[in-house]
């Protein structure tokens, strides 16, 4: 890889600079095969698969061009017990095709966590599903937890061995330009630091306000969540001897949204909360004492009571004796043991004894938070209405966040820019093998073919069951708790499904996915009539637990 960057510092940058200013003092714009704005995930994946081909890699000349300084990156590293806030659930699919392409070697893997059983609960009615991969004889762990920047920093060291792609950051993107007629009409994208690029193939992986998608001419769709989505990493007890190893995940639905307890390490876990402004902005302002609180009552306590502690909270700062007394008092109302897993103020369990029978059932009490960590982002939907430009903005292609913005419940944002990016990866190389031109919008429709309706068909569930999720009209409740505890006890169904869900054949795959997508459209179609509720909720449930479990929760 070679690296172009602006001077910061000189002294460090300095010959890079001059390599840098004779690449590209010329006003002659410089030609490229393709061209990659953006150097997230998606776009260094796409780098690194590309150059991981054998025939792309003699044949190709690729640039990526990202506006943030990924030195930072490339040379980023926490210590042992400390964790970035920002982390991805990787499916066995992702992970697959992140070890085909040489990825998963860079990976720091003593900073990833295996997720061995996830517990998904309602909030109002208690119903209960469990997936636990030793139901699935084929595989150890339905998925793997990670930061971000650990596999960003991955994918750049990757890159490091890659004399064909050239890495430009620090520069951004300031404009898109076609191409004078009577050329071969291809983009020039013209850059701050005065350099053009001329590309055969333009690639859009810059995120969801994308100046590609914006040049290409291509329209989106979407809304954004009343919701924020509070993140933060926690500290916790490790697990006692008569426990398994802190392995699982845990989400409860609360008409709120939902909150999700994610493993990284025997001591550390990632939160996301998912909740209203409103709500989250108080938690943002509270003090870490006190959110740590809040964050065990979310998990434990009855939703009247949860109410009653935000609305609390919403009249004005509370200190964390104050916090401690009101879930106290709750805690002895609702009747919960002191004995219990439940009780988190009240908790008389002794640390390395014999835990409560429930003890599995409730993610690990927080006892800190780490410096820092503490954030907020909105919630939005959003899905490009092409990911081929076509016209005037033609000779474009998206991909990731870029291309669709997907609610972060199910964990699955990552994986899709990754599936695109395999998809994409995989047509280019298609079309260069047999002698085609890669970036005309023939070679590039088996991408769009292939991709488009997979993700919509997932946005779409996940936004449904945002929606069954946060009504609280009590047949919608009964129907959805009724069939999430009887698909629980279907041990060898559920086994089934997550092993097709989890296998290699694409058929199988899409044919799981299609099921749950008629499940969850059942669902809302019947919620709409309280008559039909009582058998085609539940059958929707039903299949939607089945089919999306797996999916959500690890397996792709």
């Known amino acids: 890889m070679t690296v172009f960057a602006t001077p910061r510092p000189l002294a460090r940058l300095g010959c890079r600079r001059r390599l840098f200013l004779r690449s590209f003092g010329s006003e002659r714009a410089r030609d490229n095969d393709i061209v990659i704005v953006g150097g997230g995930p998606a776009g260094l994946a796409l780098a690194a698969a590309l150059a991981s081909n054998p025939t792309a890699k003699k044949s190709l000349k690729i640039t990526l061009v990202e506006g943030g300084d990924l030195s930072k990156i490339q040379d980023w590293g ?46 109002i009615s208690g119903a209960r599903i469990t997936f636990d991969a030793s139901e699935m004889p084929e595989s150890s762990e339905m998925a793997r ?54 590309a055969r193939l333009l690639v859009g992986a810059d995120g969801f306000n994308s100046p590609v998608r914006s040049f290409a001419g291509i329209s989106s769709y979407g809304w954004s969540y009343e919701t924020q989505a509070v993140v933060a990493t926690l500290n916790h007890a490790p697990r006692g001897p008569f426990q398994a190893p802190n392995n699982t995940a845990y989400q409860r ?8 307890f994610l493993p990284l390490s025997p001591c550390t876990s990632s939160l996301v909360w998912s909740t209203k402004p409103h709500l ?71 640390e390395g004894g014999i835990p409560p029978d429930d003890a599995d059932a409730v993610p690990p009490l927080v006892t800190s938070i780490q410096q820092g960590t503490i954030a907020s982002f909105p919630l939005r939907y959003n899905h490009a209405e092409s990911y081929l430009g076509e016209g005037a903005g033609n000779r474009t292609v998206l991909v990731g966040d870029a291309a669709h913005t997907v609610h972060p419940l199910a964990g699955q944002g990552l994986n899709l820019g990754l599936g695109d990016v395999d998809a994409l990866s995989r047509c280019i190389i298609q079309a260069l093998t047999h002698g085609g031109d890669i970036g005309s919008y023939t070679a590039l429709m088996p991408y769009a073919r292939e991709r488009y309706f997979e993700n919509h068909k997932v946005m779409s569930a996940i936004d449904k069951l945002h929606k069954i999720y ?18 629980n006890e279907l041990d060898s169904v559920k086994a089934a499904l997550m092993m097709n869900a989890g296998a290699s054949s694409r058929l199988q795959n899409v044919s799981g996915w ?21 058998g085609m ?20």
Not at 253 to 260: E, K, R, V, Y
Request: hydrophobic share 40%.
């Open 470 to 487: 946060s009504s609280t009209a009590q047949p919608v409740v009964w129907a959805r708790s009724v069939g999430l505890e009887v698909v």
């Open 78 to 123: 926490m210590p042992p017990n400390a964790y970035s806030n920002r982390v991805s659930s990787i499916t066995d699919t992702s992970q697959h095709f992140l070890n085909r392409i040489g990825i998963w070697d860079y990976v720091e893997h003593a900073r990833t966590n295996p997720i061995h059983q996830m517990q998904v609960w309602d909030g």
């Open 145 to 198: 937890m990670t930061e971000n920047l650990n596999l960003q920093r991955a994918l750049l060291r990757k890159l490091l061995d890659t004399p064909s792609v050239q890495v430009i950051h620090s520069v951004k993107v300031e404009s898109i330009q076609r191409e004078a007629v009577g050329h071969n009409d291809w983009p020039l994208v013209h850059l701050s630091n005065g350099a053009t690029l001329r």
């Open 253 to 260: 639905f609360l008409p709120t949204g939902p909150i999700a």
């Open 280 to 350: 989250a902005a108080a938690l943002n302002k509270s003090s870490p004492g006190v959110l740590e609180q809040l964050i065990n009552a979310a998990f434990r306590l009855p939703e009247p009571s949860l109410q009653y502690i935000y609305s609390r909270l919403l009249e004005g700062a509370m200190s964390s004796e104050e916090i401690k007394q009101e879930i106290m008092f709750r805690e002895r109302s609702d009747g919960i043991s002191s004995h219990s897993a439940y009780a988190s103020t009240t908790s008389m369990i002794s």
């Open 514 to 534: 299609d099921l749950f997508a008629k499940g969850v459209e059942s669902l809302v179609g019947a919620a709409g009539t309280s008559k039909m509720v009582g």
């Open 537 to 556: 909720v539940s059958a929707g449930i039903q299949e939607l637990a089945k089919q999306a479990g797996p999916r959500f929760f690890g397996r792709h």
